[in-house]
């Protein structure tokens, strides 16, 4: 229903990613994790050919806790992480203000692996949530008694994920209506996949943080020399559901 009439629709399709918490009844479905970035101001020449990036490869260090790069057209690096990654109350931003702690945070890596940068000006930073499920698996559902269907709990990986899922709710909503058979992508496996809920606060929070700080400790251990991956990472995807 809006302010001019209501709308009244076979089907409704929910695809609100990170802000399903917002819905009524939805808090605990996918947890809000937050994403951020930065970019730096534009780069010389003379930095390109110190550091010898020269194919804009997209760049990732595969950490525990990673961050990822790219090199942009206009010669900057931008650089993203999780930096504070959960809310109490899996609460969201509306703005995309990224809190100061995650931009030294983002700006540390930075310099890390290129520090030549140490000087060069932060332009922009930016945050957004990304929605995760308890096993961390995406899913897509049509739900025939109650007209709702949905997808999502993409975990960041929703660029090319977001496409299929949207053919595959195209193909069980013509599939409902009667006009298509099941086809190949109704049959995926993601398709009416079952996650329980996350926990209620404050284990949500402590959960996430926790998480993180034992990811962190891992990375450190392994950038220490460690050889073999760290305990304390194992134990951290067993709990978090990522293993």
Same mark, same amino acid.
């Given at each position: ?16 990613? *990170? ?22 101001? #534009? ?20 950490? =525990? ?86 997808? *999502? *709990? ?38 009416? =996949? ?5 926990? #209620?606060? #404050? ?12 990811? =962190? ?7 220490? *020399? ?18």
């Amino acid at each position: 229903m809006t302010a001019t009439g209501t709308v009244s629709a076979r089907f409704v399709l929910r695809a609100t990613e *990170g802000f399903t918490s917002a819905l009524r009844g939805e808090k605990r479905s996918w947890l809000p994790m937050n994403s951020s970035m930065i970019v730096t101001d #534009p780069l010389p020449r003379s930095f390109w050919d110190s550091v010898g990036w020269a194919g804009r490869e997209t760049l990732g260090d595969m950490a =525990h806790a990673y961050m990822y790069a790219q090199r942009t057209a206009d010669d900057r690096i931008a650089l993203g992480g999780r930096g504070v990654p959960y809310k109490f109350g899996s609460r969201t931003d509306n703005d995309g203000r990224t809190a100061q702690q995650t931009i030294d945070q983002l700006r540390e890596i930075l310099v890390r692996f290129f520090p030549a940068s140490r000087d060069v000006g932060i332009a922009h930073a930016w945050s957004g949530v990304l929605g995760v499920p308890r096993d961390w698996c995406s899913t897509v559902e049509l739900d025939r008694v109650s007209g709702l269907g949905w997808a *999502g *709990g993409y975990v960041g990986s929703g660029v090319t994920t977001t496409n299929l899922a949207g053919r595959t709710l195209r193909d069980l909503v013509l599939r409902e209506l009667g006009s298509r058979d099941g086809t190949e992508l109704t049959a995926l496996p993601w398709v009416g =996949h079952q996650v329980r809920r996350w926990e #209620p606060e #404050p284990l949500r929070w402590i959960g996430v943080h926790g998480m993180y700080a034992a990811y =962190h400790a891992a990375d450190r251990q392994e950038l220490a *020399g460690r050889a073999t991956t760290s305990p304390i990472a194992r134990v951290a995807d067993v709990i978090s559901g990522r293993h």
